[in-house]
């Protein structure tokens, strides 16, 4: 399985920048798609994730009510939609693919692919 994720950018506080990652190669064998972000010197953490079948969601609760995660199981590609950033959501967010649990897990050691990463910085 391979993800490209694109969509990274330069943004000022309360601005908004749309995610995607796109999934090819054998994406049948994957459930959950999700989106992590890792600030310099921090561990990498959720922020998001999405099951291919049933569309059922997990949001960290530092974004909730300002993200929306979707997917388009045809274009095999999810989404991150990232309205009212803030400074403190500046990070490198990664796109990763579980084939191992049905169901959502929030660890990153839990996923089994991941995309190269793409820089999203909030300026104040």
């Known amino acids: 399985v391979q993800l490209q994720a694109s969509g990274g950018g330069l943004v000022q506080a309360g601005g908004s920048l749309r995610l995607s990652c796109a999934a090819s190669?054998?994406?049948?064998?994957?459930?959950?798609m999700g989106w992590f972000r890792q600030a310099p010197g921090k561990e990498r953490v959720i922020v998001a994730a999405i099951r291919w079948s049933g569309g059922t969601t997990y949001y960290a609760d530092s974004v909730k009510g300002r993200f929306t995660i979707s997917r388009d199981n045809a274009k095999k590609t999810v989404y991150l939609q990232m309205n009212n950033l803030k400074p403190e959501d500046t990070a490198v967010y990664y796109c990763?693919?579980?084939?191992?649990?049905?169901?959502?897990?929030?660890?990153?050691?839990?996923?089994?692919?991941w995309g190269q990463g793409t820089q999203v910085t909030v300026s104040s």
């Open positions: 190669g054998r994406t049948f064998s994957t459930s959950v």
């Open positions: 990763a693919a579980d084939s191992t649990w049905s169901r959502i897990m929030t660890s990153a050691d839990q996923y089994d692919y």
